[in-house]
């Protein structure tokens, strides 16, 4: 059964950073491109990031543009998001998914989710 399992999650203040880790049980997780989506209260989950199979591409939303850096390891089947110069607009619950393809994406897999909450 596949597993993508998000942690680091927590509460900062505005201006602080946190990354969050994506743990993938997906026997070829270099297969995949993965991306973080976010949820906030009230409001719809939206894009935050995606990067490619063996991370050679990457995008951000405008709003976390120049703040907020992808990763990956294949070695160990976990993607990253570092997230610096937070802003409490930021808060949301964080998720990650597995799309085969970088484009088109269709995501395949989801994780559960982590909470972000920044303070102001």
């Known amino acids: 059964q596949v597993q993508l399992v998000e942690s680091g999650g927590g509460l900062v203040q505005a201006g602080g950073s946190l990354r969050v880790s994506c743990a993938a049980s997906?026997?070829?997780?270099?297969?995949?491109?993965m991306a973080w989506f976010r949820q906030a209260p009230g409001k719809e989950r939206e894009f935050v990031s995606a990067?490619?199979?063996?991370?050679?591409?990457?995008n951000y939303a405008d709003s976390v543009k120049g703040r907020f850096t992808i990763s990956r390891d294949n070695a160990k089947n976990t993607v990253y998001l570092q997230m610096n110069k937070l802003k409490p607009e930021d808060t949301a619950v964080y998720y990650c998914?597995?799309?085969?393809?970088?484009?088109?994406?269709?995501?395949?897999?989801w994780g559960q989710g982590t909470q972000v909450t920044v303070s102001s």
């Open positions: 998914a597995a799309s085969l393809n970088w484009v088109p994406r269709e995501y395949v897999f």
């Open positions: 997906l026997r070829t997780f270099n297969n995949y491109a």
């Open positions: 990067i490619s199979q063996y991370g050679g591409l990457a």
